[in-house]
């Protein structure tokens, strides 16, 4: 018995040391476990970005435009997003201009050897009847032969009497209107119509009673007709029916009386070319004869009259009877289209109207007459456009007027615009100044553009609305409030804000 006992006492201490060497092993190859725990919360904050904030306007252009007349012209700022807004507008043009400039393209004398224009098919120019151009986008003036007079000795078709129309002259006729033509290419070949019964001398010096109806013809008439005057030119022509058939320069003479009682004479003109040559003067054949109308005198004299200083009366002779003339350099009519930007318009300001208005000042670059110049026809190429504003104000739901840059003028709405709503309205109508002549243009395209900027709403803790957006943007720190202060502004503390 003493034995087993033994042998059992010494495997249960080896039983136990080697338990307590394994849990030696195992506290050295890691760490105490603390007893933890762990939770989250989830705060969502949600936004729906539909920040829009737009122009609405209500606009239908004439398709003609005059002085004086006024377009409606409705224009407002809309927000159809879902955050309020601060909003600015203001307004700017561009111009494109068709004018008479001055040429330096003679009308030729003698007969050219080759081509004179390209032919034009551009209607914006076409229907001003600026026809031809050359290189450098110079664009010449064709005269009206062709209207509802159908006149037969210049179309060839039926006249006035034969279809009850009232009489009505085309510019070739207008040009030549005077009755008298003082100059035509040497040699040159042309007739009129008489309409009444006429007595001529003819090219063999003799006394001949013409007839109604029947055609006289110039002395180098080539076609073997009878009634030949013995003239190339220096001679009475019945206005309504010269048909002048020699390519060339032509010039024709009015009586006028001065408001003096003073009688003298206006000359006006015109470069024919016949319709057999107009392929080598245009590069196409274009089955009409063309009229090239020259450079006119639009200072105070009737429509087409030639600069005084290019006729020159060779003799004195009575009042009201014809002295012989010589021609210097006349030019060609010539039309060029300018761009003008927002930068090339004058703007001013009217408060008590109040208005906006935008002058292009023209080639001379002056605004209105100058006093201290001998030129008293400043004004004649101004073109003026004012822009009529609505809803001006300095408090509550109107618009301010702030001077920017001395030449435009700025506009802040002086309340917040909310989600969905409309401002008041800024632009009520546009008008072309009725102190804008015809000799400002040929035709010209105004491009009124409206500017708008805004700035979202920031709302505080307090629930107030902020100007932190605009702080940023618009304006600066000492412009809201004084220095050092919160820069918290409601929404209808606006209209103090400096705005630029």
Known sequence: MTNTKKKKSARDKRVLIASIICAGLIVAGSTFAWFTSKDEVTNRLSASANYNVTIAEDFQPPEEWIPGQTINKDVSAVNTGNVDAFVRMWLEGEMSVVKKVASATAAPKTTPTGKLFDVVTDAKYTNLNLNFSDSNKNYYLELDALNKNKNPAINGTAGDEET??????????????????????????????????????????????????????SKNDTSGATNVLNVEANCAIDSSTFKPITEGLYIFRRNVVLADGTDTYEYSGYYFVPSASTATRFGEA????????????????????????????????????????????????????????????????????????????????????????????????????????????????????????????????????????????????????DTTSQYAFLA??????????????????????????????????????????????????????AWS
């Open 164 to 217: 009850n129309e009232p009489a009505a002259f085309t510019e070739v006729q207008a040009v030549q209107a005077g009755g008298y033509l003082v100059y035509a290419p040497t040699g040159a070949e042309w007739k009129y119509t008489a309409e009444q019964q006429t007595n001529i001398v003819d090219k063999d010096g003799q006394n001949k009673v013409v007839a109604k109806g029947a055609d006289i013809y």
């Open 286 to 433: 274009l089955n009409r004869d063309v009229y090239l109308a020259l450079e006119n005198d639009t200072n105070g004299n009737s429509n087409y009259t030639l600069p005084a200083a290019l006729i020159t009366e060779t003799t004195t002779v009575p009042a009201g009877e014809v002295a012989s003339v010589t021609v210097g350099d006349v030019n060609l009519y010539t039309a060029k289209e300018t761009v003008i930007t927002n930068s090339d318009l004058t703007w001013t300001y009217d408060s008590a109207t109040p208005k906006l208005t935008a002058t292009y000042p023209g080639a001379d670059g002056k605004v209105g007459d100058d006093a201290s110049t001998a030129d008293a026809n400043e004004s004649l190429d101004d073109i003026a456009i004012d822009i009529n504003l609505a809803n001006i104000g300095t408090t509550g739901q109107t618009w301010t007027a702030k001077t920017a840059d001395g030449k435009t003028t700025t506009f802040y709405y002086n309340d917040d615009v909310e989600a969905g709503d409309t401002t008041t309205k800024l632009v009520d109508s546009v008008k072309m100044a």
């Open 444 to 497: 010209f395209d105004f491009d009124l553009n409206v500017k708008l900027e805004s700035v979202q709403v920031t709302v505080n803790e307090a629930g107030q609305e902020t100007t932190e957006p605009i702080t940023a943007k618009w304006a600066t720190t000492d412009n809201i409030v004084a220095a050092g202060t919160a820069e918290v502004v409601k929404a209808d503390e606006l209209a103090d804000i």
